[in-house]
């Protein structure tokens, strides 16, 4: 058998993929891959969203790929076969076609991904100090990793010496475009490289990205020299949990002030490290914070503009905005006033 050469992990729709699965299970072992990819599109299933007009032959031969590498389904004589395994079966009993998965049948999807071999080997292993652990495990010990790119690592330093110069010339630099993508665990210092495009299709922009729509990692930016920091997500918490942080935050400051000034990105890194719980879920606790107690909350808008110029690459824009606070009619809040006071109105 010839050895395959490039990586079968791509960006997919799980939700597709969970109706093609009932595709091949209603005609088992009936289906080639050219009639399943014209049924895929007649059923509405690997079609556009904003017109209905059919995937790219790529995108189809893909999805078929990821079902196959997630051992989903097998090809057979060039047939079609819903796997054995038992995680399959629960699956597709826990499922219906063209019905949104429930929270049930997700985490069957994540556990299948997890103990994936190939997605152990080129993406959660990193995360890991050991190499046998399972979902819940990955969920409890995981670190956090950090994605950086070969320029960014090399040119930090011409970077800075650059710093001086364009702030003479009154102007920002002009956006660069990323180079080779690492993603390294400090902790352990287990490091991935992703040197080519194949790599970095099927790693950064694909099992990074099922997980992160799964919910098995979460990931913010809050500088470009720290880089993005990704994160196992634990699902277990409670307003409790994110309380109890924040009032010790309160209750650190030995400031004379009434008010204490949380900096929002920095609270929300060290939450989503400590607690694990993802990003907008903080970000609604602080809303909902804001609402219940008026008198003692108060949030502080900062411009767009100050907080983009903090990255030169266009794609890290819109990740370093996800760290603060966007109010409808207000724009984004950085900075979190709350009253020392609010001490004496909450007890846990």
Known sequence: MKERKTLWMRYVDFERVKDILHLIYQSDGKLRAGVLEQLSVEKGILVK?????PFSHSALYHYRKVMEGLCLVEARQKFYFVSKEERVKELIRLTNFKQEMSSEAKEVLRELIINNSDCRKFFFDVFMEEDNYTLEDFRKEGKHVIVETKSLRESLEEERAQSEKTEKRGGIQDKKQAGIVIIKNLSSGRELELKTQDEIHAIYWGIRLWSLELGITDEFLTSFKEGRIIYPVYPCFSDK??????????????SPSEWVLLHIPTLIKEIALTQRIPVDEIKKF????????????M????????IEIKTPFKMQDKIILKSYLNQEGVGYISHLRVNKRILEEIQL
């Not at 969203?49 to 007009?53: L, M, Q, V």
């Not at 602080?286 to 909350?297: D, E, W």
């Not at 949030?299 to 100050?306: G, K, V």
């Open 286 to 297: 602080i809303h909902k914070l804001r609402r219940l107690k008026p008198g003692y909350v």
């Open 49 to 53: 969203k904003e017109n209905g007009s």
């Open 241 to 254: 949990d994110l309380m109890r942080v924040l009032l010790t935050k309160i209750k650190e400051d030995q």
């Open 299 to 306: 949030l502080i808008p900062s411009s767009t503009m100050f």
